[in-house]
């Protein structure tokens, strides 16, 4: 009866199911657990709508992980028995025969840090690793530049009665008038203008014009004299190797040209003689060698050497205490 019975209740479930609608849908699984009603009181009822269920064909996470390890497993190269893994991003690793090896430095060498050069004074200057620098040079020796002269200025006016004459010993001036009469307050104060000029005519002109004046001036070039200090100043501080040789032969000649000219020239060392005090040195240094400058005369220390004891020599008692006031390393020849 029971087994007829539970046959009976299975044919009915079957003509229920069988009855039943093909549209129907069928019962929800049961969850292993459901919470309960009271962990879920605060929670806020979700609304109806789509699933946020993540669709199937969607990677997950841990897919991706696996996928990034094996690409970089596969990125290894294994290369002389160096294993040598490229990071994405990173440029294309190169042979390894390119690569330099790296250097292992000693033991107890200490890796020197690039010094860096600022001024004194500076709060810089107090930091590590800086080095002051030195202060700049004074340029005594550096040349300066030259100014318009007024030889020249009355060469292109033509004040002045010379030509040029060619001969077969070289240039030399045609004077149109005699030499004696020409006014020596005015004409040699201009030609000792000219001893600043480097360009031809001029420089020729006015050294050439100052010797023929020398010679043949005789009592007029004392008078002249203070009159000849600025432009010989003037020369001087040039600084120039070329016009200081010509100016120091135009000195020398100038006082052996006539009597109480080298006395009259000691008032005037302080204009004349600081200049001299800074090439008093400037000798050159050939070595073994030959130089041909003692024959020409233009060795600046030489010179230099030459025209001071010209000066003690016809400057009376008081030029050699006046010479060794402005230039302390000059030696009295007088005592030799």
């Given at each position: 009866?029971a087994a007829a019975?539970a046959?009976?209740?299975?044919?009915?479930?079957?003509?229920?199911?069988?009855?039943?609608?093909?549209?129907?849908?069928?019962?929800a699984?049961e969850?292993?657990?459901?919470?309960?009603?009271r962990?879920?009181?605060g929670?806020?009822?979700r609304?109806?709508?789509?699933?946020?269920?993540?669709?199937?064909?969607a990677?997950?996470?841990?897919?991706?992980?696996?996928?990034?390890?094996?690409?970089?497993?596969?990125?290894?190269?294994d290369?002389?028995?160096e294993?040598?893994?490229?990071?994405a991003?990173?440029s294309?690793?190169?042979?390894v025969?390119?690569?330099?090896?790296q250097q292992?430095?000693?033991?107890?060498?200490?890796?020197?840090t690039?010094?860096?050069?600022?001024?004194?004074?500076?709060?810089?200057?107090?930091?590590?690793?800086t080095v002051?620098?030195?202060?700049?040079?004074a340029?005594?020796?550096?040349?300066r530049?030259t100014?318009?002269t007024a030889?020249?200025k009355?060469?292109e006016?033509?004040?002045?009665p010379?030509?040029l004459e060619h001969?077969?010993k070289?240039n030399?001036?045609n004077w149109?008038?005699?030499?004696?009469?020409?006014d020596?307050h005015?004409?040699l104060p201009?030609?000792?203008?000219?001893?600043?000029e480097?360009?031809?005519?001029?420089d020729?002109?006015?050294?050439?014009g100052?010797h023929?004046?020398l010679?043949?001036g005789?009592n007029?070039?004392?008078?002249?004299?203070?009159e000849?200090?600025?432009?010989i100043?003037n020369a001087?501080?040039?600084?120039?190797?070329?016009v200081?040789?010509?100016t120091?032969?135009?000195?020398?000649?100038?006082v052996?040209?006539?009597?109480?000219v080298?006395e009259a020239?000691?008032?005037?060392?302080?204009q004349i003689l600081?200049?001299?005090?800074i090439f008093?040195?400037?000798?050159?240094?050939?070595?073994?060698?030959?130089?041909?400058?003692q024959q020409?005369r233009e060795?600046?220390?030489?010179?230099?050497?030459?025209?001071?004891?010209?000066?003690e020599?016809y400057?009376?008692e008081?030029?050699s205490i006046?010479i060794?006031?402005?230039?302390p390393?000059?030696?009295?020849c007088?005592l030799?």
């Open positions: 009866m019975a046959g009976g209740g299975g044919e009915r479930e079957g003509g229920a199911r069988a009855h039943a609608p093909a549209s129907a849908a069928p019962a699984r969850l292993p657990f459901q919470p309960s009603a962990a879920t009181a929670r806020p009822a609304a109806a709508g789509p699933s946020r269920r993540r669709p199937t064909h990677p997950r996470r841990g897919g991706r992980m696996v996928l990034w390890s094996v690409f970089c497993l596969l990125s290894v190269v290369a002389g028995g294993m040598v893994v490229e990071k991003g990173s294309p690793s190169k042979p025969g390119d690569r330099s090896p292992q430095e000693p033991l107890g060498h200490v890796k020197k690039k010094q860096q050069v600022c001024d004194g004074f500076t709060i810089k200057a107090m930091m590590k690793n002051v620098r030195g202060p700049p040079l340029g005594a020796f550096k040349e530049p100014k318009p030889f020249r009355f060469y006016r033509g004040d002045f010379i030509a001969d077969t070289g030399k001036i149109k008038v005699e030499i004696e009469k020409l020596y005015y004409y201009l030609f000792f203008d000219g001893l600043c480097m360009t031809f005519p001029y020729f002109f006015a050294r050439q100052i023929d004046m010679e043949h005789g007029k070039i004392l008078p002249v004299i203070p000849l200090i600025i432009p100043k001087l501080s040039l600084r120039n190797r070329q200081i040789c010509i120091l032969k135009v000195l020398q000649h100038l052996l040209s006539a009597d109480m080298g020239l000691v008032p005037y060392y302080r600081p200049v001299l005090n008093k040195n400037m000798n050159v240094n050939s070595g073994d060698g030959i130089d041909y400058s020409k060795n600046v220390g030489d010179l230099i050497q030459e025209t001071l004891e010209i000066f020599r400057g009376g008081t030029a006046n060794k006031y402005m230039i390393t000059y030696e009295s007088m030799k």
